[in-house]
């Protein structure tokens, strides 16, 4: 019996002790996190499943593990098929997965810390349709068969200096109770573990690749707040920063705290807030408002201190980056990298600079076929060698005191087909075409998505992500609620101060994947003669762009005219970082087309 077998058995037998027939496993944690620490990564022990979004649901008599269209192809590399079914959420959602499976009168599990209330409520209406029924349990039954589960992590809390914020904690609180005030609330639950983090400014390193520590947080109207956290994380010098407006409990406190809430009008993000605090609160008897957590917004908006922090963080990163770049194109001929040593070259480059925490996602190091996959981890069991007349994505960002990057780069090495040049050039195209977007105050980056698509479209191709993704400060790389994506439903506004990155691909299943991303930041444009104030956005990311994969002939004018601008940016800002060899490769990197 396989590792991955015995763990679904196991977990079955649980089940049946517990008197269910079912339970659902989501990639989550108690705030709702793209990314989770090891003690939450239920799923890939179940499973073997390492992607960063998915859930698997277990049944008496059969398993389904639930993906987007990022993982069609890394599910079946990861998870055994004879015991999972693969099922795409773009075709069949879980709760109607689950409407068609369970049988009647049966009863399936729910960790209520693990989902949002949403989803229970949707899942719970289609189960009962069919005479059956979700039930929330008290203990997860996974953490009951894993022996070996990681405790959650004993890191201190670090203070993160109002030099990178921007913007003073006590500044905030006064800002959130303002909020609660104008609304008529008493006061708002904050799970999201960046919200915590920048709300109290504070840093932590309880999840890898993002600096944040397992807290939540009320905040009061009257501009009081208390800090749910492991007492132990704090330093003095936390204490201090917090104040005697800031009361401490012990981060498993919350739903005793919650419970004194009877009476109040507290305002709670569904989106961002598990269903076990709804189920709190109704407890109490509080009167609960859906609205969304008043740091979002203000955290996405980037002050110009964290702007200033921002771009000094890309300029040293960039000039990492093109070390690698040049390393690569010397040493990848030689046959002898594999996408390990390459990643870990990168890191060694990002290393030199001090102000490096550390990196802000795993480094997405893909060699040949590997590139089509757009989330590829890779470990000691799917490593391949970097080949000759193939493509390697790099895709890999850091995690600086003063701002979190995120960058991908296509290196062709050796000669690359015609097929690739003229994808690579089309994705480019589609890159140039949303960097240079004007735009009226109110569009959203949905409304922009279709600039990038626009090549591959007219050639009938596409890829299967967003576009862009927001950018916190020394915080998540994937930060909402802004995006540039054409999934429905995204209709948040574009404003001056967010960052979000710019990143079409195109991906052939089994030979290779192109993907070039740049983060930029919104900003205010005036037109000479136009009528009102217009957007646009200023590139923050300067990296070299691969010169074997430019099709010149394939750009128009302003295309290319925009391609040696930006190179010409490119020298300017990492040029007076490099040395003898490396600098010559940038110059003739970056020449004009």
Same mark, same amino acid.
């Given at each position: 019996?396989?590792t991955?077998e015995a ?6 037998e649980q089940?049946q ?6 339970f659902?496993?989501p990639i ?6 793209e990314?989770?620490?090891e003690?939450?990564q ?6 073997g ?5 998915g859930?698997a649901?277990?049944?008496k008599?059969?398993?389904?593990m ?5 993982y069609?192809?890394?599910v ?18 879980p709760h109607?997965?689950l409407?068609?499976?369970?049988p ?8 209520g ?6 989803w229970?409520d ?5 189960l ?8 929330a ?10 022996e070996?589960?990681?405790q959650r992590?004993?890191d #201190?809390l670090?203070?993160h200096?109002?030099q990178?914020? @921007?913007?003073s $904690?006590?500044?905030k /609180?006064?800002?959130v &109770?303002?909020w609660?005030n104008d609304?008529c609330?008493d006061?708002?639950?904050i799970?999201?573990?960046d919200?915590?983090a920048w709300?109290?400014n ?10 944040v520590?397992?807290a939540?947080?009320?905040v009061?109207?009257?501009e009081?707040a208390?800090?749910?956290?492991a007492p132990?994380?704090?330093?003095d010098a936390v204490?201090?920063h917090?104040?005697?407006h800031v ?6 406190e919350l739903?005793?705290?919650l419970?004194?809430?009877?009476g109040?009008?507290v305002?709670?993000?569904p989106?961002r807030s ?13 009167t609960?408002?859906?609205d ?5 917004l203000? #955290?996405?908006?980037?002050?110009e201190a964290?702007?200033n @922090?921002?771009? $000094?963080?890309?300029? /040293?990163?960039g000039? &990492?980056l093109t ?5 690569m194109a ?5 046959g002898a990298?594999d ?8 890191r ?9 925490k550390d ?5 997405i190091?893909a060699?040949?076929?590997h590139?089509?996959?757009p ?8 490593n391949?060698?970097v080949?000759m ?8 960002g ?12 296509v290196v062709?090495?050796g000669e690359?087909?015609a097929e690739m ?5 089309q994705?480019l ?6 960097d240079?977007?004007?735009?009226t105050k ?5 409304q ?5 698509r626009?090549y591959?479209?007219a050639?009938g191709?596409?890829?299967g ?6 950018v ?5 790389v994937?930060?909402?609620?802004q ?9 948040e506004?574009?404003q ?6 710019n ?8 030979e290779?994947g192109i993907?070039?991303?740049?983060l930029?930041l ?5 037109i000479?003669?136009?009528?009102q104030t217009?957007?646009?956005f200023e590139?923050l ?5 691969e010169?074997?994969l430019?099709e010149v002939?394939m750009l128009?004018?302003?295309q290319?005219?925009?391609v040696?601008?930006?190179?010409a ?6 040029a007076p ?7 010559e490769?940038?110059?003739?990197q970056?020449?004009?087309?």
């Amino acid at each position: 019996m396989s590792t991955y077998e015995a763990r679904l058995k196991a977990l079955r037998e649980q089940m049946q002790k517990v008197g269910l027939d079912g339970f659902v496993v989501p990639i989550c944690d108690e705030h709702m996190s793209e990314y989770v620490g090891e003690y939450a990564q239920r799923l890939a022990w179940l499973t073997g499943f390492g992607g960063s979004a998915g859930s698997a649901i277990v049944l008496k008599d059969k398993a389904a593990m639930f993906i987007d269209g990022r993982y069609v192809v890394q599910v079946r590399d990861q998870v055994d098929g004879n015991l999972y079914e693969y099922v795409n959420v773009a075709d069949q959602k879980p709760h109607e997965w689950l409407a068609a499976n369970a049988p009647k009168g049966s009863k399936i599990g729910y960790d209520g810390w693990l989902h949002t209330r949403e989803w229970a409520d949707t899942a719970g209406k289609a189960l009962t349709k069919t005479g059956a029924e979700l039930v929330a349990v008290q203990n997860n039954p996974v953490d009951a068969v894993w022996e070996d589960q990681p405790q959650r992590s004993p890191d #201190k809390l670090a203070v993160h200096s109002d030099q990178y914020a @921007g913007k003073s $904690a006590r500044d905030k /609180r006064a800002d959130v &109770a303002t909020w609660l005030n104008d609304k008529c609330y008493d006061a708002t639950v904050i799970a999201a573990l960046d919200s915590v983090a920048w709300f109290f400014n504070v840093r932590g390193k309880d999840i890898a690749n993002t600096p944040v520590a397992l807290a939540y947080a009320i905040v009061r109207a009257d501009e009081t707040a208390t800090l749910f956290v492991a007492p132990e994380k704090l330093t003095d010098a936390v204490r201090e920063h917090l104040g005697n407006h800031v009361e401490i409990r012990d981060y498993d406190e919350l739903a005793d705290a919650l419970s004194d809430l009877a009476g109040k009008t507290v305002a709670v993000d569904p989106e961002r807030s598990v269903a076990a605090i709804f189920e709190a609160l109704d407890k109490a008897g509080a009167t609960i408002v859906k609205d969304r957590d008043p740091t979002i917004l203000a #955290k996405a908006i980037k002050n110009e201190a964290e702007i200033n @922090g921002h771009k $000094a963080a890309q300029k /040293r990163d960039g000039a &990492a980056l093109t070390k690698f770049l040049h390393w690569m194109a010397q040493e990848a001929p030689k046959g002898a990298l594999d996408e390990l040593s390459a990643a870990a070259r990168l890191r060694k480059f990002r290393d030199e600079s001090p102000e490096l925490k550390d990196l802000s996602f795993n480094t997405i190091s893909a060699a040949g076929d590997h590139g089509a996959l757009p989330h590829y981890s890779v470990n000691e069991e799917t490593n391949q060698p970097v080949a000759m007349n193939s493509l390697y994505l790099v895709d890999s960002g850091g995690q600086y005191l003063d701002g979190t990057t995120d960058v991908t780069r296509v290196v062709a090495v050796g000669e690359p087909t015609a097929e690739m040049r003229k994808r690579y050039t089309q994705v480019l195209q589609g890159h140039i075409a949303l960097d240079q977007a004007i735009f009226t105050k109110g569009t959203t980056g949905g409304q922009l998505d279709i600039l990038a698509r626009q090549y591959l479209w007219a050639d009938g191709v596409d890829y299967g992500h967003g576009t862009g993704h927001g950018v916190g400060s020394y915080l998540s790389v994937h930060e909402g609620p802004q995006r540039i994506s054409s999934s429905s439903g995204l209709n948040e506004p574009l404003q001056p101060g967010m960052i979000l990155s710019n990143e079409p691909g195109y991906y052939k299943a089994g030979e290779f994947g192109i993907r070039i991303e740049n983060l930029f930041l919104v900003e205010e444009r005036e037109i000479k003669g136009g009528e009102q104030t217009m957007l646009g956005f200023e590139t923050l990311t300067f990296a070299p762009l691969e010169r074997k994969l430019i099709e010149v002939d394939m750009l128009s004018q302003s295309q290319r005219q925009w391609v040696d601008d930006y190179h010409a940016k490119v020298r300017a800002v990492i040029a007076p970082q490099l040395q003898c060899d490396a600098l010559e490769w940038l110059e003739a990197q970056t020449a004009p087309l």
